[in-house]
């Protein structure tokens, strides 16, 4: 802020300084300004007396041939000059961990209202180009599925989806069917789309409810469906919870099937193993091998697509953070729209959010967003996610 404060008022030394941004994160700015801009005008805010913004007007016009001016504001002020990001970050922080906005009022100041909208305003933002900066950093595997939890106490659910270690999607839908599920993921493949107008996924990995699979496939129709492995075997589990001894047999007969190296081993393994199934086992236990034996051809899938994900391992670790959110949060009250702003807010607060320094990754990455594109705009975790949202959801 101390830098901005001294260049914002020189006209020569803010062009020189807005210029070398331009030209070093191009994607923060609209494409048309290539085509060179101008100074628009100069605003002060009542909120924060010693903050002034500059606009700049593009020459290129845009396709109605209208002006385009766009305001040029600091990663040091939060979205609407709210506050100073440095006197908030460690409270938004604290969102990562369930705190309530309550206790946020008591240790910080303020009222509830204002840590909730502070939140909630980052659920306006494309998510999808606000955590992903360069197009070819698109993931082409994809993992997706659903939370169930409570929108003024009716169940609704969590469409989720998550690629390379973030939080891509993430949308409210009233109900489990395949309508409101392609609904809820088309939010998804929009945003994708206007980072990249040809994106499709080439696989996604889902549990095995039907409704999910129609939906990705009505709005991907050549994605390839990886069934989760883990799944399969988590039903197995659950019905020889009281027979431990023969849970580890079964545990190891299945989980060396997953191991198999190519698709032919696979296939052979799986036949052994329905045979050792009937042989050993009888009940619910037997009919849950003889169903994950039935979709062998399903899960071999994944041998053409070596990059795919066969179990959902890492969408669960997110979906894990969220329910634990949900649960602090007493699920959702009040409009549908501010539940999945609510959510959405959770995703971006969730992928630039540091990682905890004890973790192996945070040695090399800082958070799950440096880690997909391999950069940061600034050391501070908040400065970083409001300079990532600059032009998110403008179209190109």
């Not at 939080?167 to 088309?186: C, I």
């Not at 589990?237 to 079964?250: G, I």
């Not at 849950?288 to 041998?303: G, S």
């Not at 009250?333 to 004890?358: D, I, K, M, Q």
């Amino acid at each position: 802020m101390e830098k901005y404060r001294a260049i914002v008022g020189d006209r020569h030394a803010y062009r020189d300084w807005l210029d070398e941004m331009i030209g070093q994160h191009p994607e923060l700015f609209p494409p048309a300004i290539s085509s060179g801009y101008t100074f628009h005008d100069e605003r002060s805010s009542s909120k924060l007396a010693d903050v002034c913004l500059r606009r700049i007007c593009l020459k290129a016009r845009d396709s109605e041939g209208n002006k385009q001016a766009f305001t040029i504001a600091p990663s040091g002020v939060m979205p609407y000059l709210v506050g100073y990001t440095d006197d908030l970050e460690k409270a938004l922080f604290l969102r990562r961990f369930e705190v309530p906005f309550w206790a946020l009022s008591y240790v910080f100041g303020r009222d509830d209202d204002y840590w909730y909208r502070l939140e909630n305003q980052f659920g306006r933002c494309n998510l999808v180009q606000t955590t992903v900066k360069d197009p070819a950093k698109l993931p082409s595997h994809l993992l997706a599925d659903e939370k169930i939890t409570w929108l003024n106490g009716a169940e609704v659910v969590v469409a989720t989806t998550v690629g390379d270690e973030c939080v891509l999607g993430a949308a409210v839908a009233l109900s489990a069917d395949a309508d409101q599920l392609t609904q809820a993921y088309q939010h998804f493949k929009d945003e994708a789309q206007q980072v990249n107008p040809d994106y499709a996924p080439e696989t996604v990995n889902t549990d095995g409810w039907a409704a999910t699979q129609r939906a990705w496939l009505t709005l991907f129709p050549l994605v390839v469906i990886i069934e989760c492995f883990l799944h399969a075997f988590i039903r197995i589990r659950d019905r020889c919870r009281t027979l431990k001894p023969l849970l580890r047999q079964v545990a190891e007969q299945v989980w060396d099937v997953y191991h198999a190296p190519e698709a032919a081993t696979f296939r052979q393994r799986a036949e052994a193993r329905r045979e050792w199934a009937q042989q050993n086992t009888s009940g619910y236990v037997l009919e849950a091998i003889l169903k994950l034996c039935a979709k062998t051809d399903r899960f071999a899938l994944a041998y053409d697509h070596p990059q795919a994900h066969r179990t959902s391992n890492m969408l669960d670790r997110h979906l894990d953070a969220l329910s634990r959110w949900l649960d602090g949060a007493r699920f959702f009250h009040g409009h549908w729209t501010s539940a999945e702003r609510s959510v959405r807010a959770w995703a971006l607060l969730h992928n630039f959010g540091p990682y905890c320094p004890r973790s192996k990754v945070s040695q090399h990455f800082r958070s799950p967003a440096h880690k997909l594109n391999g950069f940061v705009y600034h050391q501070n975790w908040l400065h970083n996610l409001l300079i990532a949202t600059s032009m998110s959801g403008v179209s190109p």
